[in-house]
């Protein structure tokens, strides 16, 4: 922490897969600071239903985890989907998250889980990690992990059948009143993740109608997530149709309509 | 296309690194963004570590760093300090027998240009260390990591199925009776 007070402007390194192809793309820091061998930012915990990822947790290791595997399964599952074996191994948490790329994958996955990141050194605690995209915070200091509240998790999926196009992350959670919020995220190659959100009037995930909820969630996409690569018709249909598929597994209705 | 920027004006900083290679003591100065690509090819001569897409996307350069794989395009070169690192040269015996992933991709041809080779041979050693008997999917998972354009992989999946064989016997030939 010294050393990021001393120099503020420096650049820090973890896994620095990202960071050696930022140097390719002409970034030439004069203070580079790497915490690769910090072993507490590698630590993940799970107390009082509060899931702490260290922000040095390798994709492996992630995917791997007794505590995440025991609390959110799904989680794990997805993590170890991404990216391939080599950069699985080498590639970190925190790298994932802030380099702030939009084809990588942990910010939609963890910003359907509603995370927060968790920061020292700097002018700001924590920032959700949906807020990725928003304007520059200023000076966060150093990454140190990412927390998820998971009492009120009901249900966690990851479709990225349809990457590059569309990949979706989606949650079920149980509001503290009454009702579930189904919170998706909407991911792609060319542009940032988008979230979107439904409240419904339900006690139970089975009440949930797949095809209803995700023709609301995908009918939220704005214009400019049409891309290059797809219109925003064909997004918006292909995200609802992904959100279709990820509820019909959340309430074990694998009908593809609501109509019997 | 390495990125220590000879031309810099500013004065470069240089790290000591001493790592293991294939068995043997290194000890080299490097700048600090240098890669291990860039160290293997030119200051080790292990040419064998190929230099293609140099964005740890193809997976020509794999080398293992104690035991696993990684994009020796996309580390830095002080990131080994200490570690134990191994490319496709450290494979053979001192002899020249092959290692089993050698014998197999040979024996099924799981090669054409043979490009890419060697990052799939690293692949597949870091694979059998990690399981020695891996089925088709978890072989299939680990091969797509890296870019093969000839020979549809195939040949590479059968390779890898063939040197958990080979090296299942050969272990089975050194166990004490």
Request: negative net charge; glycine residues 14%.
């Given at each position: 922490m010294a050393l990021t007070r001393q120099h503020p402007e420096a650049v820090i390194a973890a896994g620095c897969s990202d960071l050696v192809a930022q140097f390719r793309e002409g970034l030439e820091p004069e203070v580079l600071i790497s915490i690769?061998?910090?072993?507490?930012?590698r630590a993940i915990s799970n107390e009082d239903g509060l899931l702490r990822i260290g922000s040095l947790v390798s994709h492996a290791e992630g995917s791997r985890s007794p505590e995440i595997l025991s609390s959110v399964p799904a989680l794990a599952a997805a993590w170890g989907s991404i990216a391939t074996v080599r950069i699985r191994y080498r590639g970190t948490l925190g790298g994932n998250l802030l380099a702030?790329?939009?084809?990588?994958e942990m910010p939609v996955i963890l910003s359907a889980l509603g995370a927060q990141m968790q920061f020292q050194?700097?002018?700001?605690a924590a920032l959700p990690?949906?807020?990725?995209?928003?304007p520059d915070p200023g000076?966060?200091?150093?990454?140190t992990a990412v927390t998820i509240d998971t009492p009120s998790l009901l249900w966690f999926g990851y479709e990225r059948s349809m990457r590059p196009l569309s990949t979706v992350s989606l949650t079920v959670r149980k509001n503290p009143q009454a009702g579930l919020t189904v919170t998706a995220v909407c991911g792609s190659e060319y542009r940032q993740p988008f979230v979107l959100s439904h409240t419904a009037?339900?006690?139970?995930?089975?009440?949930?109608d797949p095809a209803f909820v995700g023709e609301v969630l995908a009918a939220q996409?704005?214009?400019?997530?049409?891309d290059y690569s797809g219109s925003i018709d064909y997004r918006r249909h292909l995200v609802g149709v992904l959100c279709r598929r990820l509820l019909a597994e959340a309430t074990g209705n694998q009908r593809k309509g609501s109509q019997p | 296309m390495s990125l220590e920027s000879p031309e810099s004006s500013q004065e470069t900083f240089t790290h000591k690194v001493e790592f293991e290679l294939n068995g043997s003591p290194e000890r080299h100065s490097v700048p600090t963004s240098t890669t291990v690509l860039d160290l293997l090819r030119?200051?080790?001569?292990?040419?064998?570590v190929r230099a293609s897409?140099?964005?740890?996307?193809?997976?020509?350069?794999t080398v293992l760093v104690d035991d696993l794989p990684v994009a020796a395009c996309s580390?830095?070169?002080?990131?080994?300090?200490?570690a134990r690192v191994e490319t496709?040269?450290?494979?053979?015996?001192?002899?020249?027998t092959l290692s089993a992933q050698q014998q197999a991709f040979r024996e099924c041809g799981g090669?054409?240009?043979?490009?890419?080779t060697s990052g799939m041979l690293m692949v597949t050693t870091a694979l059998l260390r990690q399981n020695p008997q891996p089925d088709r999917e978890e072989i299939r998972d680990w091969i797509s990591s890296n870019t093969c354009r000839?020979?549809?992989y195939e040949m590479i999946l059968e390779s890898v199925e063939r040197a958990a064989e080979l090296a299942g016997a050969k272990q089975q030939d050194q166990a004490p009776e």
């Open positions: 690769q061998r910090i072993r507490e930012l702030r790329r939009y084809r990588y050194g700097g002018d700001i990690v949906s807020s990725l995209w928003d000076n966060v200091g150093i990454l009037e339900a006690t139970a995930i089975t009440e949930l996409l704005p214009d400019e997530a049409g | 030119n200051s080790c001569s292990k040419q064998g897409c140099e964005r740890s996307v193809c997976g020509a350069c580390t830095f070169a002080f990131d080994i300090d200490g496709v040269e450290g494979l053979a015996a001192q002899d020249g090669f054409q240009c043979g490009f890419c000839c020979t549809g």
